[in-house]
C-alpha cells in the first residue's frame, strides 16, 4: 500500500528553490554543488538530457548568488537561425539588415548585473561562439551593424543535452569557448538514474494539475506506481509531468489505473506506425509554425535559414549514427558522397584524410493518497 510522502526537509542538501523536486543522492549532490557555485562569479555548464530540469538549476543558481536582485535572462540558442540569434543575444542598430527599423537591446545588455542562461549552446555557430567567447573573457561586444563598443557585467550559464566534449572533438564547437564555460559542471542525472524520486514527482504534479484542472484525482493505484517506476523516462521528468496531467485530466474518478498511462509506460502494443507518421507531421507543422512566429516576416531567407537550419541537423546526426562513416551516412540520408561532403565542407566538419573506420493483471484496489491534494 502506498503511504503520503512526507516533503523532504534538509539544510544543504535540500532542494535550492520549491519547483525542483527529488531527495534522491544523485540530487542532493545537484544540491550541494548548486549551493556551493551560486555565492561565486564562476560560468557554470549544465550538462543533462532533455526533460531533466537544466532550465529550473539555472534558475535556483540565480535566485541564490548575490546577482539574485539582478535580471534573469533565458535564451534557447536553438529557437532561432544564427542571424537571428547574433540579433536576440547583442541587438541591433538601425539598418543593419532589412527589417531593423529601430534600434534593438540585445539579450546581453538586458542581464546586464545579473545572469544570462543560454540554453542549447550547442546548437550556436563557429561564427557566434567566436563573440560568445569574447564577452565571457572581456565583458564586451558590439551590436550588430554598429562599431561602438558596449560594456557588460553579466554571469553566465550554459546547457546542453549534449556532451560538448564531444562536440569540439567533431569540430563542432569551439575547444577555448567550452573551457571558458566549464569552469563548473553540473550533471543532472536523467529520472531513469533516480527512480525513488518517481513517487514525490507524481505526488507533486497530482498535486500542480488537480488544482489547475480543478480535479480531485489524489489516489495512483499501486499497479500504475509500479509501472511509473518501472519505465525508462526517454523524456525525463518533462515526460512524467506530461503524462500525469493527462491522466489527471482524463480520471473518471478519483485515483490514476494503468489503462489511464500511455501503452509504452504499462507494457502494452506500442503505437502504430501510422500514429507515429501522424504525429511526426504534427511535429514538423509545429516546428514550422514555431520559427515563423519568431521571425516573420524577416529578410526574405526563411527557406534557408529554417530548411538550412535542419537539414544540418539531420546531417549532423546521421552522421554520428554512422560513426562518422561518409559512404554509409550518405546511403542513409540518399545523397551522393560528393553532395554530402561538400555540405560537411561548408560547415566545417569535412575529415582530413578520408573516413573514419566503422567501429566495429488486476489487483484489488489499495491506494492512499500521493501527497497532499
Known amino acids: ?18 519547483e525542483i523536486i527529488g531527495s534522491s543522492p544523485a540530487m542532493r549532490e545537484v544540491y550541494r554543488l548548486v549551493r556551493r557555485v551560486a555565492n561565486s562569479d564562476a560560468s557554470v555548464l549544465i550538462l543533462g538530457e532533455t526533460g531533466t530540469g537544466k532550465e529550473l538549476i539555472a534558475k535556483a543558481i540565480h535566485q541564490l548568488s548575490p546577482r539574485r536582485g539582478g535580471p534573469y535572462i533565458r535564451v534557447n540558442c536553438g529557437a532561432l537561425p544564427e542571424g537571428l540569434l547574433e540579433s536576440e543575444l547583442f541587438g ?14 540585445g539579450r546581453f545588455e538586458a542581464a546586464h548585473t545579473g545572469t544570462i542562461f543560454l540554453d542549447e549552446i550547442d546548437s550556436t555557430t563557429p561564427k557566434l561562439q567566436v563573440k560568445l567567447l569574447r564577452v565571457l573573457q572581456q565583458h564586451e561586444f558590439e551590436r550588430v551593424g554598429d562599431t561602438r563598443t558596449i560594456q557588460v557585467d553579466v554571469r553566465v550559464i550554459a546547457a546542453s543535452n549534449r556532451d560538448l566534449l564531444e562536440e569540439v572533438e567533431a569540430g563542432r564547437f569551439r575547444e577555448d569557448l567550452y573551457y571558458r564555460l566549464n569552469v563548473v559542471t553540473v550533471y543532472l542525472p536523467p529520472l531513469r538514474e533516480r527512480r525513488e524520486d518517481i513517487p514525490e514527482l507524481v505526488g507533486h504534479f497530482l498535486r500542480l494539475y488537480n488544482e489547475k484542472n480543478r480535479r480531485h484525482v489524489p489516489f495512483v493505484h499501486p499497479d500504475a506506481m509500479r509501472a511509473l517506476q518501472a519505465y525508462d523516462w526517454p523524456g525525463n521528468v518533462r515526460e512524467l509531468q506530461n503524462y500525469i496531467e493527462r491522466a489527471v485530466i482524463l480520471a473518471p474518478g478519483d485515483e490514476i489505473t ?26 514538423i507543422r509545429d516546428l514550422v509554425s514555431t520559427a515563423l512566429s519568431q521571425f516573420f516576416p524577416g529578410k526574405g ?47 566545417g566538419m569535412e575529415l582530413d584524410s578520408g573516413d573514419h573506420e566503422e567501429v566495429p493483471d488486476t489487483q484489488e484496489k489499495s491506494s492512499a493518497p500521493v501527497g497532499d491534494v
Open 1 to 18: 500500500m502506498n503511504s503520503r510522502i512526507p516533503p523532504f526537509s534538509g539544510a544543504d542538501d535540500s532542494p535550492p528553490i520549491p
Open 92 to 105: 541591433h542598430v538601425r539598418g543593419a539588415f532589412t527589417g531593423a527599423v529601430e534600434n534593438r537591446t
Open 258 to 283: 494503468c489503462d489511464l498511462l500511455p501503452d509504452a509506460v504499462v507494457g502494452r502494443q506500442a503505437p502504430r506506425l501510422g500514429y507515429r507518421r501522424r504525429n511526426l507531421d504534427r511535429m
Open 301 to 347: 531567407n526563411l527557406y534557408e535559414e529554417i530548411v538550412g537550419r535542419v537539414e544540418r541537423e539531420l546531417i549532423f546526426q546521421v552522421m554520428d549514427r554512422c560513426h562518422h562513416v561518409q559512404i554509409k551516412a550518405a546511403a542513409q540520408l540518399g545523397l551522393n558522397r560528393n553532395t554530402l561532403r561538400k555540405k560537411l565542407k561548408e560547415w
